[in-house]
């Protein structure tokens, strides 16, 4: 079965420390990866895809396909990285399947 | 329109009423996508349109889960004979392309609270 999971819901570090959220996948198919993020009243919006391979701010992904993973790290977090968020699966490039969400919480 | 719009923002119904919830995706958008956020949940697929194809509704939850959309514009969902479980915030969101790059933009949801 087609099925992300996100294992941590809840995740606080401190500021300066490292992030790293986990991400899981279950495809048969080549797996296309996304991570989604909400910020606090706002909209869920794209932070990053695996094909583009880019850093957006200061958040990288890895796809390891030997492990199914698409973990979400940031080598320093801030306090504005305190937010929801998803990873997702594209079905056959047409249908986006999310995990359950991990909330980032950033402590001062 | 600049983005997603969505409406109602907010509706409060009595269990067994209907609800309607309207989702207006950005123009030329061919894709258009339903989801249900559950209080301390993750994202829940409800329905997949894509252009004139038949859509995708294999996460409606049951048969009182329906939506419709007319062309590449309005979509509506609708819940018939509410429960309580059916109170989430609704998600729309809409994509320009079926392929790699399947990019999607959110609306602000529609959160429904049944009583």
């Known amino acids: 079965a087609q099925r992300v999971t996100q294992p941590e819901k809840l995740l606080s570090v401190f500021k300066g420390a490292p992030v790293e959220l986990k991400c899981n996948y279950s495809y048969s198919g080549s797996p296309e990866l996304f991570w989604y993020v909400q910020y606090s009243r706002q909209r869920l919006q794209l932070l990053l895809r695996?094909?583009s391979r880019e850093s957006i701010k200061g958040f990288t992904a890895d796809l390891n396909k030997g492990e199914t993973s698409f973990h979400l790290k940031k080598p320093f977090a801030q306090e504005e990285d305190s937010a929801m968020y998803y990873c997702a699966l594209n079905i056959r490039a047409q249908k986006l399947v999310f995990g359950q969400g991990t909330r980032l919480t950033i402590n001062p | 329109g600049a983005g997603v719009s969505q409406s109602p923002s907010n509706k409060v119904t009595e269990k067994g009423k209907d609800v309607e919830l309207r989702c207006d995706p950005i123009s030329g958008h061919t894709a258009l996508y339903w989801y249900r956020q559950r209080l301390g949940q993750g994202l829940e697929f409800l329905i997949y349109?894509?252009?004139?194809?038949?859509?995708?509704k294999s996460g409606l939850p049951s048969d009182r889960f329906s939506a419709e959309r007319t062309g590449e514009s309005v979509s509506t969902l609708t819940i018939q004979r509410t429960q309580q479980e059916d109170s989430a915030v609704y998600l729309c969101a809409s994509s320009l392309r079926r392929d790699r790059a399947n990019v999607l933009t959110f609306g602000a949801g529609s959160r429904l609270t049944v009583l």
């Open positions: 349109f894509q252009g004139n194809s038949a859509p995708d």
């Open positions: 695996h094909i």
